[in-house]
T-cell receptor, first 113, second 118 residues
Framework: KQEVTQIPAALSVPEGENLVLNCSFT??????LQWFRQDPGKGLTSLLL?????REQTSGRLNASLDKSSGRSTLYIAASQPGDSATYLC????????????FGTGTRLQVFP | GAVVSQHPSRVICKSGTSVKIECRSL??????MFWYRQFPKQSLMLMAT?????????EQGVEKDKFLINHASLTLSTLTVTSAHPEDSSFYIC??????????????FGPGTRLTVL
């Protein structure tokens, strides 16, 4: 059974810092991995999607990497801003059930001015 | 871009009543819709997957008679929490897959519905 874990569970940093959020998964038989952002009481916004054959994806100040063999992904946020404050979730889709997104436990990020 | 709406955004009800939550795809046809549940400070757990015109597939441990799902059209799915109890209080989020897009994993999420059962 696939399990997805995120570390740290919570993070509070001053504005301007570069951040690394970690995601690990137990079964490397994945189709792809996604990073989402969730604001309090809101739905999810997709940030980056990495196919299993890819090593990384970039969008603006965000960079996500994937090491499928070791079951790890990192989300790098450069020059953090207060507007980045949110919960960040990673999710994987397995090779054998491409309907099912399995979510991690999330990292609650607070960036203060 | 693909937009998914949910209604209501918040609902408070008495124990024993039934609550219906709607999920709509506004600008695309959703061949498949998903319902998730999220407890405070926890992650999303998939409850069920529904395909238009067929019965929903429920995840292990989710009572299908408790959580009734209907996906009668390509733009609307409903989740009815029957005889709600306080332990059903949670944040319910739906997502939808655009049938025209072949990309695996492309789900568009609704804004969620906060259910509080007194």
């Amino acid at each position: 059974k696939q399990e997805v874990t995120q570390i740290p569970a919570a993070l509070s940093v001053p504005e301007g810092e570069n951040l690394v959020l970690n995601c690990s998964f137990t079964d490397s038989a994945i189709y792809n991995l996604q990073w989402f952002r969730q604001d309090p009481g809101k739905g999810l916004t997709s940030l980056l999607l990495i196919q299993s054959s890819q090593r990384e994806q970039t969008s603006g100040r965000l960079n996500a990497s994937l090491d499928k063999s070791s079951g790890r992904s990192t989300l790098y946020i450069a020059a953090s801003q207060p507007g980045d404050s949110a919960t960040y979730l990673c999710a994987v889709i397995g090779l054998y059930n491409t309907d099912k997104l399995i979510f991690g436990t999330g990292t609650r990020l607070q960036v203060f001015p | 871009g693909a937009v998914v709406s949910q209604h209501p955004s918040r609902v408070i009800c008495k124990s024993g009543t039934s609550v219906k939550i709607e999920c709509r795809s506004l600008d695309f046809q959703a061949t498949t819709m998903f319902w998730y549940r999220q407890f405070p400070k926890q992650s999303l757990m998939l409850m069920a997957t529904s395909n238009e015109g067929s019965k929903a597939t429920y995840e292990q441990g989710v009572e299908k008679d408790k959580f009734l799902i209907n996906h009668a059209s390509l733009t609307l799915s409903t989740l009815t929490v029957t005889s709600a109890h306080p332990e059903d209080s949670s944040f319910y989020i739906c997502s939808a897959r655009d049938g025209r897009q072949p990309s695996v994993g492309t789900q568009y999420f609704g804004p969620g519905t906060r259910l509080t059962v007194l």
